[in-house]
């Protein structure tokens, strides 16, 4: 069992920065898998980001490759999700969430990310 806080969202300018951060309760946030999904009002949540127990592999969504970067300190429980170059079109509620499974690669997949933070809106304004 985790339990998970995501803070750090907020408005900012369109070509503006802004990191999100998510803690993470308990002693196995090592053993999870993190990723950061967003849902933007009327489409379905999406994939951003996802990092592995170690920090070793990360996997980016195309549309936000080289703009995002994902990241974890497991010594502090927290994955982060450092935001650059932001446009209007990553405006979207953010949600982290953690996979228990060792997986051979990481999971783009919402159904097999079993914990899920309560989100932070990200506003970014043209």
């Known amino acids: 069992q985790v339990q998970l806080v995501e803070s750090g969202g907020g408005l900012v300018q369109a070509g503006g920065s802004l990191r999100l951060s998510c803690a993470a309760s308990?002693?196995?946030?090592?053993?999870?898998?993190m990723g950061w999904f967003r849902q933007a009002p009327g489409k379905e949540r999406e994939f951003v980001a996802a990092?592995?127990?170690?920090?070793?592999?990360?996997y980016y969504a195309d549309s936000v490759k080289g703009r995002f970067t994902i990241s974890r300190d497991n010594a502090k429980n927290t994955v982060y999700l450092q935001m650059n170059s932001l446009k209007p079109e990553d405006t979207a509620v953010y949600y982290c969430?953690?996979?228990?499974?060792?997986?051979?690669?990481?999971?783009?997949?919402?159904?097999?990310?079993?914990?899920w933070g309560q989100g932070t809106q990200v506003t970014v304004s043209s």
């Open positions: 969430a953690a996979d228990p499974l060792y997986r051979p690669f990481l999971s783009i997949a919402t159904s097999e990310y079993d914990y």
């Open positions: 990092i592995s127990q170690s920090g070793g592999k990360t």
């Open positions: 308990g002693r196995t946030f090592s053993r999870f898998a």
